[in-house]
């Protein structure tokens, strides 16, 4: 739909189809992770899991940007996700289902674990944090464009990326290794959001290109630390390991309402700004 959509809404119902079945397919994966890896591996394994979504970023980009037909670069992406699935599915079990039923699906159930503070303050910082990366991201190419005064915008978004990629690549794998060494989890999430912060004043007070790279790779470090350490902070602070699946369903969406939020939000600014500057 995305691929051949000509109008706002296919494209509208397209992105929302697409949202759909990634939210459940990573809510799935995410939870093989307390299920599977003992707490003191977690922010290793969470970071070798962030890392996987920074690589596939990077190719994603990169192949399709080969492709000149719209269509088939959908087609290309829409490949590799069934692949993926496939590689997991096939090497991987899941454990004996439980003989008990399960409780009839509500959303007063599903929204149950915000009722647990540490749980709440989890979902709460990951969600400010993904909102403040998503800010400093959405528009990357018209500020390049408008603000920089960058020849070739498009350009120098994927280099913006291919920064804070390096530097998230970095700190995603030390990060998540040092914490599980060190068992410490929230000093890590900390120093993370510092450093976002500092990447995203970066931008503000140095519109250039130097600036914007510098600002890229600060972001990049610090989403990588806060990829790492976040999800196994996360783990230790579910309500219950028996619905371990449905609790990071409801994390993960602290991780994809920012970034649908964010283009709307970042545009209420530009027409606000625009609208005081009398431009």
């Not at 590799?80 to 496939?86: C, Q």
């Not at 159930?109 to 990366?133: E, I, K, M, N, Q």
């Not at 400093?136 to 994927?158: E, H, I, N, Q």
Request: hydrophobic share 55%; charged share 10%; glycine share 12%.
């Amino acid at each position: 739909m995305l691929g051949v959509g000509g109008s706002v809404p296919v494209l509208v119902a397209g992105w929302g189809l697409t949202q759909l079945a990634l939210n459940a397919y990573q809510a799935a994966l995410t939870a093989v992770i307390p299920d599977r890896v003992p707490p003191s591996q977690r922010a290793t394994v969470s970071g070798l899991a962030g890392l996987s979504q920074v690589l596939g970023t990077i190719l994603g980009v990169g192949l399709t940007g080969l492709l000149p037909i719209m269509l088939a670069r959908y087609a290309l992406l829409g490949a590799l996700l069934l692949l993926a699935m496939l590689g997991f599915v096939l090497t991987s079990r899941d454990p004996q289902a439980p003989t008990t039923p399960p409780a009839p699906l509500s959303l007063a159930g599903f929204l149950s674990p915000l009722r647990h503070r540490d749980f709440a303050l989890a979902w709460l910082t990951r969600g400010l944090v993904t909102l403040g990366y998503a800010l400093g991201t959405t528009y990357l190419l018209y500020f390049l464009r408008d603000r920089v005064g960058l020849k070739d915008p498009a350009a120098g978004v994927f280099q913006a990326n291919l920064a804070a990629g390096g530097a998230l690549l970095l700190t995603v794998l030390l990060g998540g290794v040092l914490s599980d060494r060190l068992g410490r989890r929230k000093v890590f999430v900390i120093g993370s959001t510092v450093v976002i912060a500092a990447g995203l004043l970066t931008l503000a007070l140095l519109p250039t290109w130097p600036g914007t790279l510098a600002a890229a790779a600060l972001m990049g470090a610090g989403f990588g630390v806060s990829l790492a350490v976040d999800v196994a902070l996360i783990t230790e602070v579910l309500p219950s390991a028996h619905d371990s699946a449905r609790d990071l369903g409801v994390i993960n969406v602290a991780l994809t309402l920012p970034q649908t939020f964010a283009p709307a939000l970042c545009a209420l600014f530009v027409t606000s700004l625009e609208g005081g500057s009398g431009e």
